[in-house]
């Protein structure tokens, strides 16, 4: 395997990247259920995926092995709430490659991208959210430097799933957008 080539992604990137971003909803979901897949994921990478392209406030780079993409990382500009002193920063949202392609420089090729592109707008920090039970991406974020901000809990409600409510009563259910 040779060393990865990291690049901002192109229009004709679009199908490849998307498979893959597929494969990582996939892995979430093996990891946690709660991350569910969406029936029209793929609807929405394809209505998505162009406008991230045409938008400076966001990035998505991809990681190529002998002309073969093998990973990829999506962020956007991002600040505090108001109610904080003013910040600017970087959510790198998804960072993903393949698992044959791991442990080989890829994933920090891709950090160091998205590291690069937040100096050049003068980000204060880059941040991020992982999967508590994702135990391999843990380990890889400690070797990137990075150290827990905030934690994020959720409680189960009983019934909530229960087949008697409609997702068309649950208001906090209806998509936005696309």
Known sequence: MSYPDVRRAQPADQE???DLWVQLLDAQDELDSRFG????????WANDFPRWLDDETYRVYVAETDGEIV?????????????????SEVYLDEIYVRPAD??????????????????????????LSILAAND??????????????????TMEQEGAASEDRSDEDDEGSKKIGF
């Open 102 to 127: 791991r442990r080989g420089g890829v994933g920090t090729q891709l950090v160091d991208a998205v590291r690069d592109w937040s100096d050049r707008m003068g980000a204060r920090r880059i941040r």
């Open 71 to 87: 990973g990829f990382a999506t962020a956007h500009r991002w600040g505090p709430p108001p109610i904080y002193a003013e910040s």
């Open 37 to 44: 897949v969406a029936e029209d994921a793929r609807d929405r």
């Open 16 to 18: 490849t990247v998307g």
């Open 136 to 153: 391999e991406a843990q380990a890889f974020w400690a070797a990137q430097d990075a150290r827990p901000l905030s934690t994020t809990l």
